[in-house]
């Protein structure tokens, strides 16, 4: 028996965890045709769960690193799966330092595949933002509802925060649509596999730090003009030493980026907000030096 009395052939998925393992074998396939690194690249699956497509990775002939916070399944891939092409890390992903692990495996970018855990998808997509420039691609099995907001055009209902920071550094594409039977436990909801394409900025950004504040600022309050979303955030970057007098109104700044603030968040394109943001920014920075 394994720790907490699981069997290791009779692994319940973990509330806690969110697990729902994926079993399609179909879709595992195509998954694993997703990912063939490179020669510079690291394989890095994101909870392997019981290991299906973990074994298919491996059958493919990838060096795969897999990392899994279950202890229980720790255990049971490492007495499954012993095999030189393949590295199990115990931990939370949400935590790993991806520079050091390719470091470690003396590679130059990250390939990462996983299905999932719809608690974490969130926060482990800010994750591959913060760390973009040591990821070439990712396959991700997300909840339908996040997919559509990643691959969103704007103008749509769906089209927000993600669609925007995440377009600024990634191509997105839906790859794969998977319904609730494709699982075990069946989640509530349908999922979709993304692949994001990593690469350089999409547009140029002189002040990179203002753009995050920006856009989250004005999908914040997503039904209100852009005029009343971004105000307080504009009266905000007002340096302490500016008389009201010197500080232009945000209309000004945003004719001088393109941008009609009678807009609402969701119709910029994020050429558009990276313009806005870095106008913001820099009229605010010669104010401050001018002071």
């Known amino acids: 028996m394994m720790a907490g009395g699981r069997h290791p052939t009779h692994l319940r998925a973990r509330k806690r965890f969110g697990q729902h393992f994926l079993v399609d074998d179909e879709a595992i396939g195509n998954i694993a045709d997703l990912c063939r690194p490179g020669p510079n690249e690291l394989l890095l699956e994101v909870g392997p769960g019981k290991g299906a497509l973990t074994r298919q990775l491996l059958a493919q002939g990838d060096y795969t690193v897999a990392v899994e916070i279950d202890r229980d399944l720790v255990a049971l891939l490492s007495s499954q799966l012993r095999e030189e092409r393949f590295r199990l890390i115990q931990g939370d992903v949400l935590e790993l330092d991806f520079g050091q692990l390719l470091e470690e495996e003396k590679k130059e970018k990250l390939l990462v595949v996983g299905n999932l855990p719809y608690n974490i998808s969130a926060p482990f997509l800010f994750k591959l933002l913060e760390n973009a420039d040591l990821i070439s691609r990712s396959v991700l099995t997300l909840q339908r509802e996040v997919a559509s907001r990643i691959a969103a055009p704007p103008g749509t209902r769906t089209y927000g925060l993600l669609s925007v920071l995440l377009g600024m550094r ?25 692949e994001l394409t990593f690469g350089e900025l999409r547009s140029s950004l002189t002040y990179p730090a203002t753009f995050q504040p920006v856009v989250r600022a004005a999908f914040a309050q997503r039904r209100k003009m852009l005029h009343n979303a971004l105000g307080g955030l504009w009266k905000g970057m007002k340096p302490p030493t500016c008389s009201p007098d010197d500080w232009p109104g945000l209309e000004t700044v945003a004719t001088s980026a393109g941008v009609d603030l009678s807009r609402r968040a969701e119709t910029l394109s994020v050429e558009e907000f990276a313009h806005l943001s870095d106008a913001m920014a820099r009229v605010a920075g010669q104010l401050k030096e001018a002071r």
């Open 170 to 194: 990634a191509e997105s594409r839906i790859c794969l649509e998977l319904g609730s039977r494709a699982f075990r436990p069946r989640p509530k909801v349908d999922s979709s596999v993304v």
